[in-house]
């Protein structure tokens, strides 16, 4: 069992930054990959970032690769999304997920785990 609570949303200006933090329950963190999801008014839960359990491999969502960076720190429990360059298109809530596999073009209903969410607002 894995409880996961997001951190770190909030309204700030386009080209602005934000880091997401995702605190994780549970003594087998470090196996599960983890995963960040958004989801925007009206439309799907989309899949944003995903990194292996040992950070080997990390994916990115087209419209954000060199703008979000995911991490993670298995040691404290914590997987983190850098949001960099913000625009308003990327106002949505933000989920932390995790899954035992490692999901390439991942999808909302193969995750393991979820999140509440937390909102990120961008003005223009």
């Known amino acids: 069992q894995v409880q996961l609570v997001e951190s770190g949303g909030g309204l700030v200006q386009a080209g602005g930054s934000l880091r997401l933090s995702c605190a994780a329950s549970?003594?087998?963190?470090?196996?599960?990959?983890m995963y960040w999801f958004r989801q925007a008014p009206g439309k799907e839960r989309e899949f944003v970032a995903s990194?292996?359990?040992?950070?080997?491999?990390?994916d990115y969502l087209d419209p954000v690769k060199g703008r979000f960076t995911i991490s993670r720190d298995n040691a404290k429990n914590m997987v983190y999304l850098q949001m960099n360059s913000l625009k308003p298109e990327d106002t949505a809530v933000y989920y932390c997920?995790?899954?035992?596999?490692?999901?390439?073009?991942?999808?909302?209903?193969?995750?393991?785990?979820w999140g509440k969410g937390t909102l990120v607002t961008v003005s223009a």
């Open positions: 549970g003594r087998t963190f470090s196996s599960y990959a």
């Open positions: 997920a995790a899954c035992t596999g490692y999901l390439i073009s991942a999808k909302a209903d193969g995750m393991d785990y």
């Open positions: 990194i292996k359990w040992n950070s080997g491999r990390r």
